[in-house]
């Protein structure tokens, strides 16, 4: 049974279209995260939600935000997307405190025309 | 800045071998590692974790073990199945990062030859 639900698996928006990627989980963790993985590429963080705390890493581009309005449910908002944009863009949901592991979804593959 | 960082990007063997992926990290602080299976068109899958308390970790058919002395993390895979084909990321967190974030390797494609 998949614990942490992204929606939708594919998406294709056009150049400077806003997109809004979707990710609930049923795992009541209170960390959200957002990556984002090009292809061949490790995961690149690019904030995470604590209870609904948002942390910003340094250079996640303006471009990204994000809104978590319950704990379940988590969204990623790419307000201009440009063509190196495209990517999947992964969730993972954690438990907060040390040592917890951060558990996926099998990501939204975006594609900008 | 810091960095978790693979040695070999792609790690071919034969079905029933044992596998071993290597991971090397350069953040001394780091005490909690984890590896991560990824299956094309999926999101990393949890295989073990381990924290800096410890050397080795068993689960089943898996094997992690920590070297913190030279900053070597490895996986082993025993019995290696055609299943086992994936890319495997190594990661790092530390305690004093209370949410959990991770640095991840750069990654190992692991190859099953029936």
């Known amino acids: 049974d998949a614990m942490v639900i992204q929606n939708p698996r594919y998406q294709v928006t056009q150049f400077g279209k806003p997109v809004t990627l979707s990710c609930s989980q049923t795992l009541n963790h209170n960390v959200m995260y957002w990556y984002q993985q090009k292809s061949s590429q490790a995961p690149k963080l690019l904030f995470h939600?604590?209870?609904?705390?948002?942390?910003n890493e340094a250079d996640t581009p303006d471009n990204f935000q994000s809104r978590r309005p319950n704990t379940s449910f988590c969204f990623l908002d790419i307000r201009s997307p440009g063509l190196g944009d495209a990517a999947m863009y992964l969730c993972?949901?954690?438990?907060?405190?040390?040592?917890?592991?951060?558990?996926f979804g099998d990501g939204t593959r975006l594609s900008i025309l | 800045g810091e960095s978790v960082g693979l040695h070999l990007p792609t790690l071919s063997v034969q079905e029933g071998d044992n596998s071993i992926i290597n991971c090397a990290y350069s953040?001394?602080?780091?005490?909690?590692f984890i590896w991560y299976k990824q299956e094309s068109g999926k999101g990393p899958q949890f295989i073990i974790d381990?924290?800096?308390?410890?050397d080795k970790r068993q689960g089943q058919r898996v094997t992690v073990l920590l070297n913190k002395t030279v900053k070597h993390l490895s996986l082993q895979i025993a019995a290696t199945q055609p299943g086992d084909s994936a890319v495997y990321f190594c990661a790092e967190g530390d305690r004093s990062n209370a949410g959990n974030m991770l640095t991840f390797g750069g990654g190992t494609r692991l190859m099953v030859k029936p």
């Open positions: 381990i924290r800096s308390n410890m």
């Open positions: 939600y604590y209870d609904k705390d948002f942390n």
């Open positions: 953040n001394s602080a780091s005490d909690y």
């Open positions: 993972a949901t954690s438990l907060g405190g040390y040592g917890q592991p951060q558990h």
